[in-house]
């Protein structure tokens, strides 16, 4: 048995080889042991509701249906501006087909802003609404759109009003934009201009390819693609590789919850008005294409009548004060795995410190030592179990080396002698155990959090989501590791001790890819490590000077 450095050094070996080895079979197209696209319920459930229905009529829409115009109309592109994001419509369609955020800066030009819908190679990201269940206005109709200011300069909210008119059923548009706020109002209003009864239903669908952002490393998966949400069936995300199998087992009928496209730092989310009949759908439209989707039903609407539907879109950050306030369930797009309950108290604490402090470098630094402080009972104790063992190694190497070739006597020997002196061997492991939830919960705290990304730390730390541009962080935190192995008397096996001086420079390389601030949090976790070592260590020896 090691002592709690060696100990943790492995276990942490161990967790991040588990971790690279993940990320890399989700980067490759396989599915992740840690997060699931949806429960089984959920699948059995979604089994058993899916039948025929007009949603297929959306998909071939969306592949490409024609619409037929009494007069051409000329199309044209429709940019409105606000505080938070520069949107592109195109009246061909109504389609949102462009949205720049503009206080987020793009992952590899930090010149430019971010994208989330585009339409330039090799992105195809876009919104689409229309009418089903008869030659109606759909996505692919020509709009007019009306005249009104196309900025928030001057005012706190404004509308895009789109008319499109079809075989005698007008639908109108109305997208609505305020300031400082993600959200997109989308008003659908459908007048029936014939002589007869039409019952439409309204769709509503996102499109994207299933490429992952520009510079997402290749080392840290991060999901990318569709996601369901009713209250039923709550959050259930969804692979792209399912959807081209047909395997898109998911909840699809309900009366309240939200579709999405997700990505790394950022979501899109249609989200209709409450207590709505919907159905839910996901389809594959082209090579590389998929959408996500709900199917409102609008009723009859008699000759003569108007019927109107409302809904949300939201297109903006992973930022949980956001999501929790725009929609049920939004906020489970950040999505921890199985370490949830432990992952979103410690983005709350967080959160709490940041407010204080302002920076989120020096919040990762006050959190670790908060950690480090209230797990202080459990690792003086291992320290002190495992300081106990130090000074019985010569003895335990004596049986080894007496009974190496007798695994059965060594093993009685050493229990022996562990009776002999109340050793416990577990001492020094069981606190390491212990934390291990902790640093896989921080682990994707820290890579979920678009809170910190594109926020400097101090110097050349320009960026905590991104990793370090020169490697000094991996390289400090090698340099500690070496430090705490040096403190560490070398194991017995000399194949275990050749392992263990190369740890540090392992971990350093593996490290190269992670986001600075995880890499931050480890060093800090480091240094105080060994000063909580040294000082136990040094209270030892003091009692033990004392006794003599």
Same mark, same amino acid.
């Given at each position: 048995m090691t002592i709690r450095n060696r100990t943790t050094m492995w276990l942490v070996l161990v967790i991040s080889l588990v971790l690279l080895w993940d990320n890399w079979t989700v980067y490759n197209g396989g599915n992740s042991m840690f997060f699931k696209s949806a429960p089984d319920s959920a699948k059995k459930a979604a089994k058993k509701e899916r039948k025929k229905s007009d949603v297929p009529e959306a998909a071939k829409l969306a592949a490409g249906g024609k619409s037929n115009h009494a007069k051409p109309i000329k199309n044209e592109t429709i940019t409105i501006s606000t505080d938070l994001v520069h949107v592109d419509i195109d009246t061909e369609g109504g389609v949102i087909k462009r949205l720049e955020l503009l206080k987020h800066a793009d992952a590899v030009d930090h010149t430019?802003? $971010?994208?989330?819908?585009?339409?330039?190679?090799?992105?195809?990201?876009?919104?689409?609404?229309?009418?089903?269940?008869?030659?109606?206005?759909?996505?692919?109709?020509?709009?007019?759109?009306?005249?009104?200011?196309r900025s928030t300069d001057k005012a706190e909210e404004i509308q895009l009003v789109l008319e499109g008119e079809q075989n005698g059923v007008r639908l109108t548009k109305t997208f609505?934009?305020?300031?400082?706020?993600?959200?997109?109002?989308?008003?659908?209003?459908?007048?029936?201009?014939?002589?007869?009864?039409?019952?439409?239903?309204?769709?509503?669908?996102?499109?994207?390819?299933?490429?992952?952002?520009?510079?997402?490393?290749?080392?840290?998966? $991060?999901?990318?693609?569709p996601a369901v949400y009713t209250d039923a069936n709550k959050f259930q995300k969804l692979d792209f590789d399912d959807i081209e199998k047909g395997k898109h087992d998911h909840a699809t009928k309900s009366e309240d919850g939200?579709?999405?496209?997700?990505?790394?730092?950022?979501?899109?989310?249609?989200?209709?008005?409450e207590k709505a009949e919907r159905e839910i759908f996901s389809r594959k439209l082209d090579t590389n294409l998929y959408a996500i989707g709900n199917v409102l039903p609008l009723g009859k609407i008699a000759p003569g009548a108007t019927a109107s539907m409302d809904a949300r879109l939201f297109s903006g950050p992973q930022e949980s004060v956001i999501l929790e306030k725009t929609a049920p369930g939004l906020d489970l797009v950040k999505d921890y795995g199985w370490v949830t309950i432990i992952a979103k108290p410690?983005?709350?604490?967080?959160?709490?410190?940041?407010?204080?402090?302002?920076n989120w470098g020096w919040t990762i630094i006050f959190l670790t030592v908060f950690i480090k402080i209230l797990f202080y009972p459990l690792a003086a104790a291992s320290y002190r179990s495992m300081a106990k063992m130090k000074e019985f190694t010569p003895k335990m190497k004596e049986i080894q080396e007496r009974y190496k070739d007798d695994k059965a006597l060594k093993t009685k020997y050493t229990m022996e002698l562990y009776k002999q002196e109340k050793i416990n061997p577990l001492g020094g492991c069981l606190p390491v155990v212990i934390q291990i939830p902790v640093f896989l919960a921080l682990y994707w705290v820290l890579m979920a959090s678009v809170e910190?990304?594109?926020?400097?730390?101090?110097?050349?730390?320009?960026?905590?989501?991104?990793?370090?541009?020169?490697?000094?962080?991996?390289?400090?935190?090698?340099?500690?590791?070496?430090?705490?192995?040096?403190?560490t008397p070398p194991p017995a096996d000399p194949t275990q001790a050749k392992v263990m001086m190369f740890m540090p420079l392992i971990?350093?390389?593996?490290?190269?890819?992670?986001?600075?601030?995880?890499?931050?949090?480890?060093?800090?976790?480091?240094?105080l490590s060994i000063a909580q070592q040294w000082w136990v260590e040094r209270q030892i020896a003091v009692a033990k000077a004392k006794v003599a």
């Open positions: 430019k802003n $971010t994208l989330l819908f585009d339409t330039q190679a090799p992105r195809t990201y876009l919104a689409q609404t229309g009418l089903i269940g008869g030659d109606f206005p759909n996505h692919r109709t020509s709009y007019v759109a009306k005249p009104g200011p609505t934009f305020k300031k400082n706020d993600y959200n997109i109002g989308v008003r659908h209003e459908v007048k029936n201009m014939t002589k007869a009864p039409i019952e439409p239903s309204l769709y509503l669908q996102i499109l994207r390819d299933s490429g992952k952002p520009e510079g997402e490393s290749k080392l840290m998966s $991060t999901f990318t693609g939200w579709v999405a496209m997700v990505q790394h730092y950022f979501v899109s989310a249609f989200i209709p008005q410690i983005f709350w604490l967080m959160q709490y410190i940041h407010k204080v402090v302002g910190i990304r594109n926020q400097p730390w101090l110097g050349w730390i320009t960026d905590l989501g991104a990793s370090d541009p020169y490697y000094i962080l991996p390289i400090i935190m090698a340099g500690s590791m070496y430090i705490q192995q040096k403190m971990f350093s390389v593996m490290f190269f890819f992670f986001p600075s601030g995880l890499v931050l949090y480890w060093i800090v976790n480091n240094i």
